[in-house]
């Protein structure tokens, strides 16, 4: 694993998550829409409302155990970026890849042009592989 792709792993798991509360917040919205059966309808909904519970709560502990992996990722990717030494560099290393923020959100952070923010980054990475043994 390269370190760009090892510092981009928190991004894959927010965009994960996001994607896992999109169809828990369908899935909530779907129950709250069924309609129970009318005196007469042969329909079993009971069975059919019991299985939209249990997908929403499976999903609701799978995004629990995501979003604990996510922090624990966070938690170790802070840590193994702080061994840059530099706090400006880690600084570019935690927006980019913790934050999300872009080339120009990171310049305006620092009053810098974004040539400047990605020539940080690119010592900052060259610093971090040293480091980490990572290529």
Known sequence: MTAKEY???VRGLETELQAKNRLLQKLREKSVSLTSPQYGDKVNS???DSNLIDRIVDLENEIKSRN???LDKITEINKRIECVHDPLLIAVLTDRYINHQSWEQIAENFDKSDRTVR???????????KETGMK
């Open 119 to 129: 020539v940080w980054h690119g010592q900052a990475l060259q610093i971090f592989r």
């Open 46 to 48: 009971s069975r059919c």
């Open 68 to 70: 604990s992996q996510l």
């Open 7 to 9: 510092l981009m792993q």
